[in-house]
Structure formats: structure tokens, C-alpha cells
């Protein structure tokens, strides 16, 4: 019970968050690769690759960014840091910034203050 508890808990407090949502912030990528040609709004980013949205801060090997869409695909060792309270690990993301959703696959663990989640999804 106290698990469930915690896990509506983690779903309100990003629900929450979801109603501020802003634009996703790149902060940083070792090498960036863009063809307007191809897709007018899709930017490849390869390399310590880090970036934020509203208070969390997602790093990553590499990534796929979509502007208009708001949008980010991250591949290989994905850390988010929300505040000092939530972490979450994976290899692969998929990235709404608008409604401040992620979906991480592989390996995956969630730590807060009380509980470690550890699973192949979430």
C-alpha cells in the first residue's frame, strides 16, 4: 500500500508540473547535425547531450530533437534528475515536452527519497 501510495504521489507531482510546461532547453551537445532539407525540424545531437525541461535536468549519449513538436528521442545511459528528489535511468526515452511525459525503456530504475524502482519500462 505505502508503494502504490508513493508511486500517486510521483504521478500527481508530474501532472502538476505538466500544467507549466515550457520548451525543452538543450544545454548541451558534443556534435549537432541538422538537414533542412530532409526535415526542417529535426536536429541530431551526439555526445554528452544534456538538456532540461521546467525543473528537470536529462542526460544522454545521443538524441533526436523534434522543435515544433517538442519532442526528444534520447538513446544510452539516460539520467534525469528531478529537483533532489527523483531520479530515473534507462537506456532509451522518448521525451513529450508539452505534456511533460516520458517513456524510458531498458533497465530502467526510479529512486526518490523513499522507495527504488527497478524495471524494464515505465
Same mark, same amino acid.
Given at each position: 500500500? $505505502? /508503494?502504490?501510495?508513493?508511486?500517486?504521489?510521483?504521478?500527481?507531482?508530474? @501532472?502538476? +508540473? &505538466?500544467?507549466?510546461? $515550457? #520548451?525543452?532547453? +538543450?544545454?548541451?551537445?558534443?556534435?549537432?547535425? &541538422?538537414?533542412?532539407? +530532409?526535415?526542417p525540424?529535426?536536429? #541530431?545531437?551526439?555526445?554528452?547531450?544534456? /538538456? $532540461?525541461?521546467?525543473?528537470?535536468?536529462?542526460?544522454?549519449?545521443? &538524441?533526436?530533437?523534434?522543435? &515544433?513538436?517538442? $519532442?526528444?528521442e534520447?538513446?544510452?545511459?539516460?539520467?534525469?534528475?528531478?529537483?533532489? @528528489? +527523483?531520479?530515473?535511468?534507462?537506456?532509451?526515452l522518448?521525451?513529450?515536452?508539452?505534456?511533460?511525459?516520458?517513456?524510458?525503456?531498458?533497465? %530502467?530504475?526510479?529512486?526518490?527519497?523513499?522507495?527504488?524502482?527497478?524495471?524494464?519500462? %515505465?
Amino acid at each position: 500500500m $505505502k /508503494f502504490l501510495f508513493h508511486i500517486l504521489l510521483l504521478l500527481l507531482s508530474i @501532472s502538476t +508540473i &505538466a500544467q507549466n510546461s $515550457k #520548451r525543452i532547453e +538543450i544545454l548541451n551537445a558534443d556534435n549537432t547535425y &541538422a538537414n533542412a532539407n +530532409i526535415h526542417p525540424d529535426y536536429w #541530431r545531437l551526439i555526445g554528452n547531450v544534456s /538538456f $532540461k525541461h521546467n525543473d528537470a535536468i536529462m542526460t544522454c549519449d545521443s &538524441a533526436y530533437h523534434y522543435n &515544433a513538436e517538442n $519532442k526528444m528521442e534520447a538513446f544510452g545511459k539516460i539520467k534525469i534528475n528531478q529537483g533532489d @528528489s +527523483i531520479t530515473l535511468t534507462g537506456e532509451m526515452l522518448t521525451y513529450f515536452g508539452k505534456e511533460n511525459k516520458a517513456d524510458i525503456k531498458g533497465d %530502467v530504475v526510479l529512486i526518490d527519497k523513499h522507495m527504488t524502482l527497478n524495471t524494464e519500462q %515505465v
